[in-house]
């Protein structure tokens, strides 16, 4: 007797579909997903800008964004600090939660390190973005950043 393999046409479709389904590209924040430096933190009020000194970083992907601190005197292996929150880009501004320490998400990040961003501490904030010449600018009333892609 002979058997027909009808679940080999289908495990071979569902498969091809998972492949198809995981290379989608994540539309939502396609234009600043990824990795960019800060070169410039401007303080509005005061109209004093600090460099990056390329030190400080940010990550978006999807619904967060990471800020790295890189100190500058690292030990081997120590690759800095790393801060975590939520993030929501809406009609041209991406608002972002309170920052935590990163894989320790039950600790807040230090005032400092957010402060080297001019992210206000332990507080939702929100900055309209744009784009110039292939920089990233975020600005609020108080701040202007000026971010490179990486």
């Not at 234009?31 to 970083?57: H, K, P, Q, Y």
């Not at 990163?102 to 400092?112: C, M, V």
């Not at 929100?126 to 600018?137: D, H, P, Q, V």
Request: hydrophobic content about 35%; aromatic content about 16%; glycine content about 6%.
């Amino acid at each position: 007797m002979r058997r027909t393999h009808t679940s080999v046409p289908f495990i071979l479709c569902a498969a091809i579909a998972l492949c198809m389904m995981s290379c989608e590209k994540n539309c939502r924040y396609d234009a600043f997903d990824g990795f960019w430096r800060v070169d410039e933190v401007t303080d509005l009020t005061t109209g004093i800008t600090s460099s990056g000194n390329a030190r400080l970083f940010m990550s978006f992907e999807y619904h967060l964004v990471k800020l790295s601190w890189l100190p500058e005197n690292r030990t081997p292996g120590f690759l800095g600090y790393e801060y975590i929150a939520s993030c929501k880009e809406e009609d041209g501004s991406v608002k972002f939660g309170i920052f935590y320490k990163y894989r320790e998400e039950d600790i807040p990040a230090p005032a400092e390190y957010v402060a080297s961003f001019g992210i206000p501490y332990n507080q939702p904030s929100s900055f309209e973005y744009s784009f110039n010449e292939g920089k990233l600018i975020l600005e609020n009333p108080t701040t202007r950043l000026l971010l490179t892609k990486y």
